[in-house]
Nanobody, 125 residues
Framework: QVQLVESGGGLVQAGASVRLSCAAS????????MGWFRQAPGKEREFVGGISQSGATTYYPDSVKGRFTISRDNAKTTVYLQMNSLKPEDTAVYYC??????????????????WGQGTQVTVSP
């Protein structure tokens, strides 16, 4: 079992950068593919990035490609989401998630088993 705790959210102005962290409990962190999702009020939870077990492979949807970067430190059992050039439409609660998968990246919400509680990111115009 894995427990995930996100941190790093807050209120920023458009164009700013924020780095989110997700600390995982347990000694099997490196066996999980990790992902970041976000959910704005009244909207579906949206995938914003995924990373493979080793960290060698990442994937982003077009909505954040070139602005967001996901990384992980398996020794620190932590996954990060670096967000640059933030826009007001990036305002959401951001969640990290973990899923058992050795084949690369999980893209679908239902494929993830464990979720953090989320951290709010608000981008003002």
């Amino acid at each position: 079992q894995v427990q995930l705790v996100e941190s790093g959210g807050g209120l920023v102005q458009a164009g700013a950068s924020v780095r989110l962290s997700c600390a995982a409990s347990g000694r099997t962190f490196s066996s999980y593919a990790m992902g970041w999702f976000r959910q704005a009020p009244g909207k579906e939870r949206e995938f914003v990035g995924g990373i493979s077990q080793s960290g060698a492979t990442t994937y982003y949807p077009d909505s954040v490609k070139g602005r967001f970067t996901i990384s992980r430190d398996n020794a620190k059992t932590t996954v990060y989401l670096q967000m640059n050039s933030l826009k007001p439409e990036d305002t959401a609660v951001y969640y990290c998630a973990a899923g058992h998968f050795s084949g690369g990246i999980l893209l679908v919400r239902e494929e993830y088993t464990y979720w953090g509680q989320g951290t709010q990111v608000t981008v003002s115009p």
